[in-house]
């Protein structure tokens, strides 16, 4: 294969790696910041040595000089100067973290909602059913980001964080005053889905802005904001739905996500200059010619499968295996706390050992823990909080991770692009995960069959997951097990 330089428009290579020593020795390559040859030869290692100890090198500087005037745009994010950390990158990560709450926040308290609904305004409805409103409230989240995406990218987050937070605050304002489906679908699903969107795709990005090397972490600590909302959220609603009502409850939610609104309006900004790529009707198709990339979004479908079966479900199974309803909540909270720590510390593994080496073991974790503890748990108790904690702890990174995976494909700058593009695929496995799990826990004459499906359908759902993000980082790096990718 013949590698040769290309613009961001074709693909974004400033992650694409080759061996050492295909295009000569680092002397004979052009400083791109001071345009004269670099003419160090103090290192200590040489492109053979590299080579043999499995380093590799940007395929940016592959060109030489020859290359300089057809990629001033890769270049200019080599010569720009990370922050990785200070006061006004750490504020930026805050922003985020209150910005993700009002999204991932109710994602994560999508349990308690779904046995509430089920119980009282929807319940003359089947599982499958109900599980529509979720499911079109997750599609339109990850959907819409398809424009988001190109829009963040050339305007900045100051608008679209705006409109956001006016949407998911508005959304919970109105969903107490909600008794049929269809008032329920629009309000919490469209509403709420179309803000979660504005929202999404800023707070993810402007952390690539700031952050490269310790991208991982940083985003990880953003993230643990849907751990946070996934405690908070349920605890809340147990409290208060028996002396307040349903209606009150949400309204006082929707208050809670306006003052976390008004810190993500005014910390959340960007950094690097803006995009020329124009704003895009359709997703790029263009980024499918990456394997890479092709991989990693298949990973993220199936991951969508795998990840809000469990965090849908996990109350409705505890009431349905004789646990008190109170306690039923109180798993959700569980696997959320589980969530927070898993969120962080993935994250801070990834930066060290490798952002696609982190999330194929993590994956791997969820599926044993779905087949180890949840599978047996039946109605024992002490082992549905032994699930709900470890897989809380497992797929707590899930989220958090795959939006720096695909960090390490472009350049930052693009990274609305990519990431509005894979969003657009893992839309279809959130809008179809949680029907297919309400059709499968209705199958066969008994209920255990049901149940059985559904858990057999999310384990088998990461453990394809896991194959995607195995076989993007084996494109990458080959079987180099100590690889760091």
């Known amino acids: 294969m013949t590698l040769t ?40 290692s ?49 922003g985020s973290f209150c910005a993700m709450i009002s999204v991932y926040g109710i994602i994560n308290s999508a349990a308690v909602f779904e046995s509430y609904f089920s119980t009282h305004q929807l319940a003359g409805y089947d599982s499958s059913t109900i599980g529509w409103i979720f499911s079109v409230y997750l599609f339109i989240v990850f959907f819409f980001g398809i424009q988001v995406g190109p829009i963040f990218d050339r305007y900045g987050p100051r608008l679209s964080v705006l409109a956001g937070s006016l949407l998911v605050v508005a959304s919970q304002l109105l969903l107490g005053l909600c008794e049929q489906y269809y008032q329920i679908l629009l309000t919490y ?37 849907g751990s946070v909302g996934g405690i908070v959220f349920p605890i809340f609603l147990q409290a208060v739905i028996p002396k307040l009502g ?10 809670m996500l306006l003052f976390l609104s008004v810190i993500a309006n005014v910390l959340i900004r960007s950094r690097l200059p803006p995009s020329s790529h124009p704003v895009r009707v359709l997703p790029d198709w263009s980024l499918f010619k990456d394997l890479k990339f092709s991989f990693c979004c298949a990973g993220v479908w199936f991951m969508e499968w795998g990840i809000f079966t469990p965090l849908t479900y996990i109350v409705s199974y505890a009431a349905a295996h004789g646990q008190d309803p109170n306690d039923a909540y109180t798993l959700l909270a569980l696997l959320n706390a589980g969530s927070f720590l898993g969120r962080f510390l993935p994250g ?12 194929t073991v993590t994956n791997a974790l969820c599926v044993v823990t779905i087949l180890a503890f949840w599978l047996p748990a039946g109605d024992s108790r002490a082992m549905l909080i032994v699930f709900a904690v470890t897989f809380g702890f497992a ?8 939006p720096v995976c695909i960090g390490q494909l472009c350049e930052a700058r693009e990274y609305g692009r990519f990431f509005s593009t894979a969003m ?6 959130t809008l179809t995960s949680l029907p297919i799990a309400g059709a499968l826990l209705g199958i066969g004459g008994g209920q255990e069959q049901g149940w059985l499906a559904l858990i057999l359908f999310a384990a088998l759902s990461y453990a394809i997951a896991m194959s995607c993000f195995l076989g993007a980082r084996v494109l990458a790096v080959s079987w180099r097990v100590k690889e760091v990718y």
């Open 46 to 94: 040489s492109p053979e040595n590299d080579l043999e100890r499995g380093h590799s090198h940007p395929v940016e500087n592959a060109g030489g000089a020859s290359s300089s005037s057809s990629s001033d745009d890769e270049d200019s994010e080599d010569d720009a100067d990370f922050p990785e950390g200070g006061l006004k990158a750490w504020l930026v990560v805050f």
């Open 395 to 402: 797929s707590g990174s899930n989220l958090g991770l795959y």
């Open 348 to 359: 801070f593994l990834a930066d060290r050992f490798g952002r696609f080496n982190i999330i």
């Open 189 to 225: 699903s469209i509403l709420g889905g179309l803000g979660g969107a504005l929202l999404n795709v800023p707070a993810y990005g402007v952390i690539a802005h700031f952050f490269k090397r310790r991208r991982g972490l940083a985003t990880g600590i953003a993230a643990t904001a």
């Open 246 to 255: 349903f209606a009150w409850a949400t309204r006082i939610i929707g208050f």
């Open 5 to 44: 330089p290309k613009n961001a428009d074709d693909s974004c290579l400033i992650n694409q790696t080759v061996p050492a020593g295909i295009f000569g020795s680092p002397s004979e390559q052009l400083d791109e910041k001071t345009k004269v040859p670099n003419t160090n030869t103090n290192s200590n």
């Open 424 to 429: 657009m695929t893992g839309s279809f496995g």
